[in-house]
């Protein structure tokens, strides 16, 4: 998929970053490629209807010590998936009353 990813190493990135003005015009198109993978995969999830396991599978390998960002689990709660328990939630368990920020 990624350009940068299949044609340069970690190291020379690294090693580029602060020298050279490539290195931010190889980010972006990293950063390009991540984003329209990771939307072709959630539009293929939401098509086949384990949008929510598929969030569940995303947010455990981002955050395999169950740190996710409290907001982003509050966020997702309201949306019927319940990241810190690793579960999807029934209809008669949605929160119905936003917490405050």
């Known amino acids: 998929d990624c350009l ?9 990135l690294h090693s580029t970053a602060t020298k050279e003005t490539i290195a931010s015009q190889l980010l972006t198109i ?6 329209q993978r990771l939307t072709r995969e959630m539009h ?3 098509l086949d209807g384990s949008f929510g396991d598929y969030v569940l599978n995303y947010m455990d390998v ?5 740190d996710a960002p409290k907001w982003a ?5 309201y949306a019927g998936i319940d990241v810190r328990n ?12 936003p917490s405050p920020y």
Do not use: Q, S, V
């Open 73 to 77: 689990c509050d966020a997702l709660m």
């Open 4 to 12: 940068c990813c299949k044609n340069y190493t970690r190291a020379f």
């Open 30 to 35: 990293h950063n390009i490629a991540y984003t």
């Open 44 to 46: 293929e999830a939401i």
């Open 62 to 66: 981002m955050y395999p010590k169950g």
């Open 86 to 97: 690793k579960r999807l939630l029934e209809d008669d368990e949605m929160p119905t009353d």
